[in-house]
């Protein structure tokens, strides 16, 4: 089946720095990725959609100015938290839908980066 | 605002009991997904259901969807440890571009 990876696994860093987080599909194109945040013992919530060379659609209450998304190419998506502080602490998951029908499509997620912040 | 709620939210039960997880909504959804996830890793499919009534089986896994397309049940028989894990719903709606969740239900099955 479709894969696709997330790097870093895990990330640690300082309040204040800006943390990068890749979304790749390892064997397929994906136009649309998508970018979910998970907070401990809960559901995941989707914080935006990326589509290959237009810029992302973001969700309601999500800062598009904190959390940066570039998708350009097919294969990747990236994940920019700026000047992240403790609150961002959270394990953030891709998925890419394989397919361009919509009635047809799967999404493959990631295996998802713990971002803690200090 | 939450779409899919799912019941219950923790479930602990011994190796070899049945349980029957729900997920419930007023909307309708065109199709409709389950997912297992394991702490640290990302949600895997098990399943998708598209026709309302319809029943899908994978292994000791049953999956029904509710004949208006509103509402879904796992019900997993004979639980093993392995069937430990968050389970999740996750309803597709025609012109949406994403998936909803549900609230997830956390299952312990203790050997």
């Known amino acids: 089946g479709a894969v696709v990876s997330q790097h870093p696994s895990r990330v640690i860093c300082k309040s204040g720095t800006s943390v990068k987080i890749e979304c790749r599909s390892l064997d397929f194109q994906a136009t649309t990725m998508f970018w979910y945040r998970q907070f401990p013992k809960q559901s995941l919530m989707l914080m935006a959609t990326?589509?290959?060379?237009?810029?992302?659609?973001?969700e309601q209450g999500v800062e598009k100015d904190k959390f940066l998304i570039n998708h350009a190419s097919l294969t990747l998506s990236t994940l920019t938290v700026t000047s992240a502080h403790p609150e961002d602490s959270s394990f953030y998951i891709c998925?890419?839908?394989?397919?361009?029908?919509?009635?047809?499509?799967?999404?493959?997620f990631g295996p998802g980066t713990r971002l803690t912040v200090l | 605002t939450q779409l899919l709620k799912q019941s219950p939210q923790f479930l602990s039960i011994q190796e070899g009991e049945n349980l029957t997880v729900y997920c419930n909504s007023s909307s309708v959804f065109s199709s409709l997904q389950w997912y297992r996830q394991e702490p640290g890793e990302g949600p895997v499919l098990l399943v998708t259901?598209?026709?309302?009534?319809e029943v899908k089986k994978l292994k000791r896994l049953t999956f029904q969807f509710g004949d208006a397309r509103k509402d879904s049940s796992l019900h997993i028989t004979a639980a093993q440890p392995g069937d430990t894990g968050l389970y999740l719903c996750?309803?597709?709606?025609?012109?949406?571009?994403?998936?909803?969740f549900g609230t997830g239900t956390r299952l312990t099955v203790i050997p």
């Open positions: 259901v598209v026709t309302g009534g």
């Open positions: 996750a309803g597709d709606q025609t012109g949406a571009n994403n998936l909803f």
């Open positions: 990326s589509n290959e060379g237009s810029k992302a659609t973001y």
């Open positions: 998925s890419a839908l394989t397919g361009l029908a919509r009635s047809t499509d799967t999404q493959y």
